[in-house]
């Protein structure tokens, strides 16, 4: 059983477009991360959401952390090729000490 | 400015040979980490290292062994390669272990069939 579930799972969009990834569970968490995974490579933080319900931005990225912290979305502005990858969030339960990785969401951006 | 380095890159085996996938990180960083990751299952921890000459079990330690005798160096050891080991596997370190706000700084993978 994952803790953290992320959908969709896959995602093919045209460029422009806008997208809206989610990830959830049933746990707390102190922290959320957001990474980024391109192929061949190993993933790359894009972001971190401590506090219930804050809000970060990162260019056209969007980030929400649930104001329950057991929640977080991440929406994409005006999608581009570049932004195609594979989506991972990941977080420390409350009360636990080892970061754990959501199933991960698919972006595929085409022109 | 290396980072995280794995290697080798590639890897096919045989079932039940062994070998060991290296990891080496320039940060000096006191906690590092391995993983493997399957399709559709995100990331999975098979071991960590909270510091030099520490290592604990993950998620899915079964058929793997670690060692930490470096702070620079964590190893990961396949005992008798199985098919289901079929996976990529990522090494991470982070300044310290536990703290979810620590960045995880990940290496390119290591592609490892085993036949």
Redesign the interface.
Known sequence: T?L?E?SP?FLSIQEGENLTVYCNSSSV?????WYRQEP??????LV?V?TGGEVKKLKRLTFQFGDARKDSSLHITAAQPGDTGLY?C???PGGG????????TQLKVEL | NAG?TQTPKFQVLKTGQSMTLQCAQDMNHNSM?W?RQDP??????IY?SASEGTTDK?EVPDGYNVSRLKKQNFLLGLESAAPSQTSVY?C?SSYS?????Q???????TRLSIL
């Open positions: 994952q953290l992320q799972q968490f102190s922290s959320l991360q061949g490579e190993g993933p790359v933080l971190t401590v991972l990941a977080g420390v000490n080892k970061l754990t990785f959501g199933t991960g | 995280v980490y993983y559709g299952m995100g990331l999975r921890l960590y993950g990522f991470a272990q536990g703290a979810g706000h960045p995880q700084h990940f290496g390119d993978g």
